[in-house]
C-alpha cells in the first residue's frame, strides 16, 4: 500500500469513528457519568489511532460540538 493510500485509509476510519462517536453522544442528556464514558471512549479510539493528530483534531472537534449543545 502507498503512502498515499495508508493517509486515506486513516482519515476514512476517523472521520466515521469520529462521527460515530459524535452520534452516540449527540442529543444525550448531561447526566452524571456521561462525560467520564465520553472521555473514555474519546481515549480507546485515540489509541486505535495511535494518537495520530488528524485523529484528536476530529475527536477535539466531535468533543467541543457535543459540549456546545449541553449549554
Avoid at 476514512?12 to 473514555?40: I, Q
Avoid at 471512549?41 to 457535543?66: H, P, V, W
Amino acid at each position: 500500500m502507498t503512502r498515499k493510500q495508508e493517509q486515506a485509509v486513516l482519515a476514512k476510519g476517523v472521520w466515521c469513528d469520529s462521527y460515530n462517536f459524535y452520534l452516540k453522544y449527540h442529543g444525550r442528556p448531561a447526566e452524571p457519568g456521561m462525560w467520564e464514558e465520553a472521555t473514555k471512549d474519546f481515549g480507546e479510539i485515540m489509541k486505535k489511532y495511535k494518537g495520530a493528530t488528524i485523529c484528536g483534531r476530529m475527536m477535539l472537534a466531535a468533543f467541543s460540538l457535543l459540549e456546545e449543545e449541553t449549554r
